[in-house]
C-alpha cells in the first residue's frame, strides 16, 4: 500500500507546479467607446494598423481589447481599406 502512496506523490508534484495561480488581466476598454469616436474611418490608417498583426491578419477582440460592435466596425474597414489600396492584404 505504500507504494502507491509513494506514486501518487510523485504525480501531484508536477501538477502542483502547473497550477499555479496568477491575477486575472486586466480588462480592457474599447478605445473608440473610451474615446467617444462615433464612426471608424477605413481612411484613418494609422489608426487601423493596430489591429492588424505583422503578417497582415486582423486581430481578434481579445487582442485587441475592443467591443463587439467596434470590432465588426474595424474589420469592415480594413477590408474596405485593402481594397482601397490604403493597407497591404499581406504583411510588408
Known sequence: MEKNRNIKAKANDGDDKTRRRSRPAKKRVCEYCQGH????????????KKYIAENGKILPRRASGLCAEHQRDITTAIKRARIMALLPFRGE
Open 37 to 48: 469616436i462615433a464612426h471608424v474611418d477605413y481612411k484613418d490608417v494609422d489608426r487601423l
